[in-house]
Structures are given as structure tokens and as C-alpha cells.
């Protein structure tokens, strides 16, 4: 795609960032995010009827903008520079300069940022950086959990925020859902795309912090679900080799070890007898809870 006739600066958009931090909306949570694949569709469609018809897109259409950009490629409008720019350059600022207005068109940057995070798309990066200018320019009432989430803990900094996350997460020791609720978010969080790249930055930690009780906790909480399957099966291999690396030529506390063998073998199958679910794990991971495992059969 050619974004070449995007402007570089947004000069509307740090106009109305300005003026953002000096009026007094004082937003202090988020609500609960709308179905936000049947609003983009429902979205797309509109503004295919309208590019079909040659007639103008309803201004009420373009506030869900945001949930239309990221759909499958057939069913996107992540193509269409004239609609980004129109969007980004008019509609976006012009609603962000009234109050009554601005946490509208803002609640579906918070919600398409988390659900479709793209780090590096330069469309995806152009969104960030209006929703950063926005929950964090005075908007958000200060001393919330909104405000920590987006101001401290960098949440729209594409380069930044998973690991902050992430970090926040463990240093709160009150598990998953615990800091989900600690920060008024919603129990669908952790299904984000947002929440997935934060748990991968947790399993890339040292292995001295992996080693940690609360640490693992954290992970087994965060990576499986309560059916033993995980979470993201994409972080299958990630998850397992940093549970167990961590642990290579170090004998862990009995009772870890028997936690973390009996989890592990819960979700996986034995190694030993089962190695068609380990396959992709690293030779050295999975001697580690061989090990482990032939310890106790021994005892």
C-alpha cells in the first residue's frame, strides 16, 4: 500500500491534541468494548454501498472507521489512503476538538489498538500515535487506573508497551485477572492481540526472573486456560522453552518441580511417551522435564 499521500505530521491532529489537554473531560474508565468484528463489518459494508452508490459515507459512519481498517485482506479498508486520509485528516481531529464528542471517536482507538496490534504497519503506527496523544494529553482524569495504564505504563507505544505490561503484570503479584481488575479493563483482555505480544515479552524475561515463584504462576495463569489448552497456541514452543530453560543445570524446590511437571505433562502429554505434542519444543527444554520426571518414577 502507498501511504505516500498520508501527511507526516498531522498538523490537525496536534492541534487538537492541544486543545484536548485543556478542556475537562475527565474520562476515568473504559467501558466494555463492543462485538468489534461485527461493527467493522458492518462498517466495511457501509462505506462499499457508498463507494458503489458515488455517494458520501454518513458522517455517523466515520467514528467505527478504526474497526473497518484491520478485517481479513479481502474485507479491509486498510487499502484505501483516500478513506485514511480523509479520516485521519478531517474527521478524527474535527471530533476530537468537542468535549461531548472526543471519548466517542477516541473508545474505538482503545479498542482497535488492543484488538489488532500491528507493530511496524504504518497505518497501525499512524493510530497509535493519535490515540498516545490523546489519553495521554489531559483527557483522562488524573491519579485513575486509565490514566496509569496509559500515561506510566506506555500502553500505546508500539515499541514499548507489551513489555511494560507485561512488567506491571508481574510486579502487581495479583495474577492475571487480578491486574486486569486493578486497571478496569475487561475479562476478554487477555484474547487481545495486544495482551498476546505482552505475554511473549513476559516469556523473553531472564531466567533468573523465569525462576521466580510469582513468575511462574503468572505464566501458567496467563499462558494456559482452564481447559489445559494455551491461551495463544502460537506461544506454545516460546512458553514451554522458557519454563523450562530457565532450569537447565539448576535443581528447582521439590514442590515446583512436581507443579511444574504435573501442569506441564497436563497440557502436553508425557515426553517420554507422547512426543508428537513436543515437537518444535527444544531438545534441551524437554530433557529437562524428562529429567525431571525420571527422578520421580526413581524415588
Known sequence: MNLAVLPEDFPLLASAAQRIASQKISIERMGLPPDIFAVGERTFIRFSLAQLSGHQVDQRYWRYFPYAIWLEPE?????????????????????????????????????VYLYHFKPNDPVFEKLAHVAQGFFTGGA???????????????????????????????KTKRGLMGW??????????????FAQSALIELLKFP??????????????????????????????????????????????????????????????????????????????????????LNTKSSE
Open 207 to 292: 531466567k533468573e526472573k523465569r525462576r521466580q515463584t510469582d513468575y511462574i504462576h503468572l505464566a501458567f495463569d496467563w499462558g494456559i486456560q482452564a481447559q489445559n489448552q494455551f491461551r495463544h497456541p502460537e506461544t506454545k514452543i516460546l512458553f514451554t522453552d522458557a519454563l523450562l530453560l530457565a532450569w537447565k543445570g539448576v535443581k528447582p524446590p521439590e514442590d515446583l518441580k512436581t507443579a511444574m511437571s504435573a501442569k506441564l505433562t497436563s497440557v502436553l502429554g508425557d515426553p517420554r511417551v507422547d512426543q508428537e505434542q513436543w515437537q518444535g519444543i527444544s531438545s534441551e527444554a524437554v530433557q529437562v522435564l524428562v529429567g525431571w
Open 140 to 170: 483522562i482524569k488524573s491519579g485513575t487506573a486509565l490514566n496509569s495504564l496509559t500515561h506510566d505504563l506506555n500502553l500505546f507505544s508500539t515499541a514499548d508497551g507489551p513489555k511494560c505490561i507485561a512488567e506491571s503484570i508481574l
Open 75 to 111: 474485507r479491509s479498508l486498510s487499502n484505501r489512503a483516500d478513506y485514511l486520509n480523509e479520516y485521519f485528516e478531517m474527521h478524527l481531529p474535527r471530533s476530537l476538538k468537542i468535549a461531548k464528542r472526543a471519548m466517542k471517536w477516541a473508545e474505538p482507538l482503545f479498542y
Open 180 to 193: 486486569i481488575n486493578q486497571f478496569d479493563l475487561w475479562p476478554g483482555f487477555p484474547a487481545t492481540v
